[in-house]
């Protein structure tokens, strides 16, 4: 039995639908559905690829991202985990490139096979009101917006997101830790003798 990834299909002979056909990857850059069909009793459905929907061309508003991050969709696709824990990129060879890929839409359409984390899934909207999209790019320890290498975010996204976590510092939405420092008010202030 030989499974393809990308596809999600089963391409043996005899086999009937394989545990990763029943269950797509919100990853993945085909939808799989099974298509039965008038054949002999006990043969194997055929599966019908579809293409997934590549125009990006209507962007989706912030307040459906939001509630698409508090839908029962959002969490039978990612769970409790950030959405670019299960994100891996493709390339070539052992050693993966030092950047992200500049950009995954060009031209209003995905231009990528894979897609980095917030152009995969269309309603996951960079915004500064989206306070618990933006929580899952801070790093829980040090509380710094995670790197590019660790989050696969196209180098335009990670603009975007940067710009989010900037203005959403600003209006007060993001909390964050502000260092605290010692002064010695004796080195300015002269003492009187």
């Not at 043996?12 to 799989?32: I, V």
């Not at 915004?127 to 999209?133: E, G, Q, T």
Request: aromatic fraction near 8%; proline fraction near 8%; hydrophobic fraction near 35%.
């Amino acid at each position: 039995m030989l499974c393809r990834s990308t596809a999600r299909l089963c391409l043996s002979a005899g086999a009937a639908l394989c545990q990763s056909a029943a269950r797509p990857s919100p990853s993945a850059g085909l939808r799989t559905s099974a298509v039965a069909l008038a054949g002999p009793v006990g043969a194997e459905p055929p599966l019908e690829l579809r293409p997934l929907n590549k125009d990006r061309s209507n962007p989706v508003p912030v307040e459906t991202s939001i509630a698409y991050l508090q839908s029962a969709a959002y969490r039978a696709t990612y769970g409790s985990e950030p959405v670019w824990r299960s994100y891996r990129r493709n390339h070539k060879g052992h050693i993966p490139p030092r950047k992200t890929r500049r950009t995954c839409i060009r031209g209003g359409q995905l231009s990528t096979g894979n897609p980095c984390p917030a152009c995969r899934d269309e309603y996951l909207v960079l915004d500064y009101r989206n306070v618990a999209l933006l929580r899952q790019f801070v790093s829980e320890s040090t509380g710094e917006i995670l790197d590019t290498s660790r989050t696969g975010l196209c180098q335009v996204k990670h603009r975007e997101l940067l710009a989010a976590m900037t203005k959403a510092r600003e209006y007060g939405t993001l909390a964050f830790d502000v260092p605290f420092r010692v002064y010695d008010y004796s080195e300015y202030k002269p003492s009187a003798a």
